[in-house]
């Protein structure tokens, strides 16, 4: 039962047991005896005394005052229940309100983790193309660099052993020029011969040079 018909019917209830106010006068104002009106009623059949008692207390008379309090009870009753019934709708309509921005909450939440599974999911796929793309092109990447290896190892071996004869020959045939001049008798000057000396130390330093450059070249190459 709710709280507030219990207020009520007890309300209800001390009002009907309160003695008659009204100032009316009764039976033994007058000498007579009174006798209580439950001697003379009997139960009907099927009914028992406890049943006709309680009767005949709901039809008893009703004094003003009476009246007057069950009104007053009656009105704060129907008040309390308007008070009630308000603060229920304005509940409810906070509550639904609420319920409704957690409902748009929720569906924007299931949007975006639907766009991020197909984001995750395009950036799987875009990934595994690469990764098709890279293997081919890291495969080709070892093989030339295999083959870079082991053609540039004996080309630069030739190169080199040949500017090297070259070099060599030229040297050579320097010497033996300077091996002739110095036997003859014109070229005896130690001055010219160091002359010569030192121009053929200059030109091997520029050819020394040169043979650098080229092996870098051919490193790079």
Known sequence: MDPLDIVY????????????RSGAK???????NQVPIEQYLSPLP???PNTAHANLKRKAPE???YREKKRAIDRAYRLRCREK????????VVLTEENNKLKRENEQLKREGVQQLEMVQTQKEEMKVVKNKLCPLKDQLQTQNALVKEFSSPVASRKNNMDLQCENKRLR????LLINKINDNDYLNPVQLQENYTELVQEKKALQVI???????IKQG
Request: hydrophobic fraction near 30%.
């Open 173 to 176: 045939f320097q010497k033996s």
């Open 63 to 65: 004094t003003a005052t």
């Open 26 to 32: 009764t039976n033994s104002a007058y000498g007579a």
């Open 85 to 92: 019934k308000m603060k229920t709708e304005q509940d409810v």
């Open 9 to 20: 019917l007890t309300g209800l209830l001390d009002t009907m047991r309160q003695p008659n």
């Open 46 to 48: 099927g009914e028992s």
């Open 211 to 217: 043979i650098d450059a080229l092996c870098e070249k």
